[in-house]
């Protein structure tokens, strides 16, 4: 139990006025002595005048708004603490070619937003966070367990995108995510991205530690274009004159992490359905989490006790005598 | 109130009084009265006018004698009315209003019946403001009943009922005692013991808003006009029958004190009628 306004419990006193002034509008009579004793007047009397003491007392009551404290239960659930990272560059915006006819236009990010919030939904016991990145990561949502907002996020991924694809500040951000939030024992990183970005030998350093220490596993969704080059062609020669294409780079980086990792090849809104489900199947450990119970509201009740009362003073004063002039 | 618009009532007294001064009212005063009383000689009364000549040829020691009479001699009148903060009570007129008209019809009675005329006031104390000194001209104590029909009394008890003796006169007076008699019955029967020698007419005065007539069903809170007392009723029918009972076995508690001291209460209840007040001497005063 605790008071939003404490300060006004000082009112309280005020309650016992009802006791010290008597009812104004009483009648002259001649000489009570001559009116027997009645206990049930008596009784009534001092009724009122507790419905009085009463209700002022829970009108005071109520305005300092008193309401429990917040409960933390702990439960236990299936589920995982997942950071979504999302890639807002342009490219995202374009459709997937050659796709089935149904999906016709219908772009990367629109399809992911779809499929994730698909995601969100099915799943129970998550906390969720969300980054996405272009030029530099953008920081949309904490993990939480709130699907409303996480839905919510998604759905403001959507928008115009800039042209730099920063993959490395985007897991950073990701993974900082899980900084400030005890380890439930399965956390997970999905990075969803068109194609590669480079991420330099510091930054590479930096991820690799971070999801290390923190114990973070990382599923990766290339959402490819028909034709492209796939991460996992094994005719693929590279090119001794040439640098590495950053995809393949970036995989040969993954693959050198620490933790799980697993990629996953999407061309078109049905193969990132493939491995969304998939990822669905993997994450699914029992894990621990705190439920908070927010504490409950008490002033309204104690609103609705005085309007009683006030009801009942009412009921009285249209009970009470007018016709008698004295 | 024009003077003539009071009423008047008619009244008598049982025994004679001692009152000098001429009047209507049998008297021991001897005087130039009708009534007859017995001889003396004319030595003893040297009226001439007055010799009885039938009774002095008759006398054979040939003394002269001449006929006594009593004269008829003005008998004070008196209104004694609380001023208590009970008189305050009354639904349509207050009780102090409707004391005031019977102080002022029992004045005009005294007048025309050349009788003198005095008020008395009482509450707490008895109110030297309230006193009108016996006279027999009654604009006076007209005047101060008029003050008083727009009295309010203050909320203070009557036991000054206890001291008023002290202010009537010591020869045997017509008292008239306005109240509602709301006062312990010990403090009624000490008062009263010290007027017995008055003629005292109690005049009851009760509303029947205090008993009879009270709402049917409700929650009132009421107030004391004494006391400053405070209670809360709920009226309904078997409380109501309580309050009619009590006020009956009052009326019952008066009415044996007023006739231990053989003096039979009037009651108003609702308007004054001057006329019941005529129907009551002729019941209750031998002629």
Partial sequence: ?326 | MAIEDIKEFSYHIGWRNRGRHPGRHASTQRGMGMEFIGHTSLLNYPDPRRIDLRQTIRDPMEQVYVRLFNQKSATPVFVICDLSGSMNFGSKTRKIRKAADIAESIARSATRNSDPFGFVGFDEVVREDWISIASFKSQRAIDLCERLKEHHPEPVSGSGIDDVWRFLPRERSLVFMVSDFHMPLEQLEGALSNLTRHHIVPVVLWDADEYTNLPENGITAVTDPESGAKRTLFLRKSYRDKIIESFEARRAAIYKIFMEFDMPPFYVEGDFDADRLTEYFHQFVAA
């Fill in chain 1, 1 to 326: 139990m605790a008071f939003s306004q404490p300060w006004l419990l000082w009112l309280l006193p005020l309650a016992f006025l009802p006791l010290v002034f008597q009812r104004a509008h009483s009648k002259n009579y001649s000489w009570l002595d001559m009116l027997p004793a009645d206990p049930l007047s008596d009784l009534i009397g001092l009724i009122l005048k507790v419905l009085a003491v009463f209700t002022l007392l829970f009108i005071v009551l109520g305005l300092s708004a008193p309401h429990t404290k917040q409960q933390e239960v702990e439960r236990i659930g299936v589920g995982a603490q997942i950071s979504l990272v999302l890639d807002r560059s342009a490219s995202m915006d374009d459709a997937f070619s050659g796709t089935t006819e149904n999906s016709l236009g219908e772009s990367k990010s629109a399809a992911a937003a779809r499929l994730i919030t698909q995601f969100v939904q099915s799943r129970k016991n998550d906390m969720l966070g969300m980054i996405t990145f272009s030029n530099s990561a953008m920081y949309v949502l904490p993990l939480t367990e709130n699907k409303e907002a996480m839905v919510a996020a998604v759905r403001a991924t959507a928008g115009n995108a800039l042209f730099q694809t920063n993959i490395g500040s985007g897991l950073t951000a990701g993974a900082g995510l899980f900084d400030s939030v005890p380890d439930s024992g399965s956390r997970a990183v999905i990075l969803l991205s068109d194609g590669g970005g480079r991420i330099g030998a510091e930054a590479q350093q930096k991820i690799r530690d971070w999801f290390d220490r923190m114990h973070i596993s990382l599923y990766w969704i290339v959402l490819r274009q028909p034709g492209g080059l796939s991460i996992f062609d094994k005719n693929y020669a590279p090119n001794p004159d040439k640098a590495l294409p950053p995809e393949i780079e970036l995989f040969e980086f993954f693959k050198t992490m620490k933790t799980e990792f697993h990629a996953y090849e999407a061309d078109d809104p049905k193969s990132l359905q493939l491995a969304i489900d998939d990822i669905n199947r993997k994450e699914k450990k029992p894990i621990k989490y705190l439920e908070k119970i927010p504490g409950k509201d008490l002033s309204n009740l104690c609103f609705i006790i005085a309007a009683i009362m006030i009801t009942l003073l009412l009921g009285v004063k249209y009970l009470e005598i007018n016709t008698w002039r004295n």
